[in-house]
């Protein structure tokens, strides 16, 4: 993703303690035939093993620290993928890599929901350094964890995912994407945004959403706004943004930035992906504390889910 925008995208300006009206009036506009919108899909259905683009380079081990709930970080593990054999985790397994389902351990699949730290100087702060992860005052590194996860994609393949979260919200990510997983719930791709890291946090995120990227962390401030975004603090996911676009009705009619999602402001058409109140992911979220973007009022975020971190 390394092009230059010539229109400055809109991505997801969820944000705690300002007007969504603010940023709406500030910051919308519809696309009326522009030219770098409708990239999605950019890559085609991967096989088992095939690695789908944007994936980053496997993870050395030794640099990261393993899950302790029985996940195992030998390299041998890399080399069942497949073959007949269960894997035993997903480490060494590259984000993207597509899994035949037999060799899921469905009567244990805790093992396949891994986290690890992340510490400066090793890969993972290397990869995010400078990029979704900003030198600040507020949100330290040691404050949110990496995490790999197994998800169904949109071809009913099992796909390895990626996300950096918050630490103390970690275990509530793991546990919605377990139950969405065992449910079979579809998400397209789950890549850190550094993966299209194009100079900035909120064209990067525009760029992800153009490829219907499913992310959580970036560290960057609503868009209008000196408050940050809840990604600012890994306490907010977008899910497949494309079918769950961020939307305002702030001036009578619904406004949108991504061509991608011309299909799916309509609410109501049924399609698949589509976020709603009957929705199994909406469902999940919210049992887990979450508050759903979609119920914001005259902006609505559809694919925006946040815990916010409680205030006395
Ligand atoms: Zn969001």
């Given at each position: 993703m390394g092009g230059v925008r010539r229109v400055r995208g809109l991505g997801c300006f969820c944000q705690k303690g300002a007007s969504a009206l603010a940023l709406a009036a500030s910051a919308f506009f519809v696309f009326a035939g522009s030219a770098w919108g409708a990239a999605y899909p950019s890559t085609g259905p991967a096989s088992a093993g095939q690695v789908r683009t944007h994936a980053p380079a496997p993870l050395p081990t030794g640099a990261i620290r393993p899950y302790a709930k029985g996940g195992v970080t030998d390299a041998g593990n890399k080399a069942l993928v497949g073959s007949q054999a269960k894997l035993k985790s997903l480490s060494g397994i590259a984000p993207g890599t597509v899994i035949d389902a037999a060799q899921i351990d469905f009567e244990d699949v805790d093992k396949y929901f891994m986290w690890w730290d992340i510490e400066e100087g090793?890969?993972?702060?290397?990869?995010?350094?400078?990029?979704?992860?900003?030198?600040?005052?507020?949100?330290?590194?040691?404050?949110?964890?990496?995490?790999?996860?197994?998800?169904?994609?949109?071809?009913?393949?099992?796909?390895?995912?990626?996300?950096v979260v918050g630490a103390d919200v970690k275990d509530d990510f793991l546990n919605i994407f377990k139950e969405l997983f065992l449910a079979q719930y579809q998400i397209q791709s789950m890549y850190l945004v550094d993966n299209y890291w194009v100079g900035n946090g909120t064209d990067t995120d525009s760029a992800s959403i153009d490829e219907n990227n499913t992310s959580a962390f970036c560290f960057r401030a609503a868009t209008a706004s000196e408050n940050l975004s809840w990604h600012a603090y890994g306490r907010a996911i977008d899910i497949n943004p494309q079918?769950?676009?961020?939307?305002?009705?702030?001036?009578?009619?619904?406004?949108?930035?991504?061509?991608?999602a011309n299909g799916y402001i309509?609410?109501?058409?049924?399609?698949?992906?589509?976020?709603?109140?009957e929705d199994l992911a909406y469902q999940t979220f919210l049992k887990y504390g979450f508050i759903w973007g979609g119920e914001l009022g005259t902006v609505r975020d559809y694919q925006h889910f946040a815990k916010p971190i409680e205030t006395p």
């Open positions: 090793d890969n993972l702060f290397s990869r995010i350094n400078g990029k979704s992860y900003q030198k600040n005052d507020v949100v330290p590194v040691s404050s949110l964890k990496y995490l790999k996860l197994p998800h169904y994609n949109f071809d009913g393949q099992i796909q390895v995912g990626e996300l079918q769950n676009p961020y939307v305002s009705y702030a001036n009578g009619t619904p406004q949108w930035s991504h061509e991608n309509d609410r109501d058409t049924g399609l698949p992906h589509v976020i709603t109140t």
